[in-house]
């Protein structure tokens, strides 16, 4: 009953931060548009790069033109959810610690984690969101072979995994900030993990290729969900995905916890 009680009071909190975050952005309709604008265009550059690509090859390391742009469309989907509800929250950590802001959340009746994740809703990243989506559904559409209930039994549980992995690298980056009095490179950290991936990981070395996909899970954000749908995924993948989440997820919020205690009240 506790938990459910909490669950509707974190949503209720949630919603009102949106609703004040829109209300803000709209304030100001010609910076939101033009980000729209500027992230389709984003996702457009990525379309020319894969067609350039294609005009010399009909597949790369067997990866088709559909299935590419599915990559692609995954990586903008994500990665603008992401933006959308939390990665710009805790980009900002470095300077709410540093300004002795962070108090401020930890006397919020919230937990701090979630009070500085979702403190905004960063609407203008709808562009991502709908551009990949949009993307996505070309994509699916011009694949040569055809979807089944199997591909999408396990396509949905890997992108809910793709974005668990995703939050937690972003908690255990943003936990670094109790440990070094400046991390102001942060939020590139982040992008690491979509930004220079938007390729089959197949074409890497097999030792870098097991790194991004076991001990920095960077392949179960995009890659892996797109194995999936396109059918390229092995059976034993998907327990192997859940099993990886939950390490990340326990391993992310267990450095949290010990940054706390490593934090230091500005006004003590």
């Not at 033109?65 to 994500?78: E, G, T, V």
């Not at 500085?116 to 072979?145: C, D, M, P, R």
């Not at 992995?165 to 972003?170: G, I, M, N, R, T």
């Not at 950290?189 to 290729?209: A, G, K, Q, Y």
Request: glycine share 4%; hydrophobic share 55%; aromatic share 16%.
């Amino acid at each position: 009953m506790a938990t459910s009680t909490t669950i509707r009071h974190l949503a209720r909190v949630w919603v009102a931060n949106a609703k004040t975050s829109i209300i803000r952005e709209m304030e100001f309709r010609g910076n939101f548009f033009l980000g729209i604008f500027r992230q389709f265009l984003w996702v457009s550059a990525f379309i020319f790069m894969v067609e350039i690509i294609f005009q010399n090859t009909h597949a790369l390391n067997g990866w088709g033109k559909p299935q590419m742009l599915i990559i692609i469309a995954l990586s903008r989907f994500i990665e603008g959810t992401m933006d959308l509800l939390v990665s710009r929250n805790i980009a900002t950590l470095p300077q709410v610690v540093q300004k002795g802001e962070f108090d401020f959340f930890l006397l919020k009746p919230l937990p701090a984690q979630f009070a500085v994740a979702f403190q905004k809703f960063y609407i203008y990243n709808l562009g991502n969101v709908t551009s990949g989506f949009i993307l996505l559904i070309y994509a699916l559409f011009n694949l040569h072979s055809s979807l089944t209930p199997i591909h999408w039994l396990t396509f949905i549980p890997l992108v809910a995994i793709s974005f668990t992995v995703f939050y937690s690298f972003l908690i255990l980056v943003g936990s670094l900030v109790f440990r070094f009095e400046r991390l102001q490179s942060m939020y590139a950290l982040m992008t690491l993990f979509t930004e220079p991936f938007t390729v089959p990981f197949d074409i890497f070395p097999r030792v870098p290729r097991l790194a991004m996909t076991y001990l920095i899970p960077i392949a179960f954000v995009i890659f892996v969900p797109a194995q999936a749908i396109t059918g390229k995924l092995a059976t034993w993948e998907l327990p192997v995905a859940i099993v990886v989440c939950a390490i990340f997820w326990y391993l992310s919020n267990l450095a949290w916890k010990s940054g706390l205690a490593k934090y230091t009240s500005a006004s003590s």
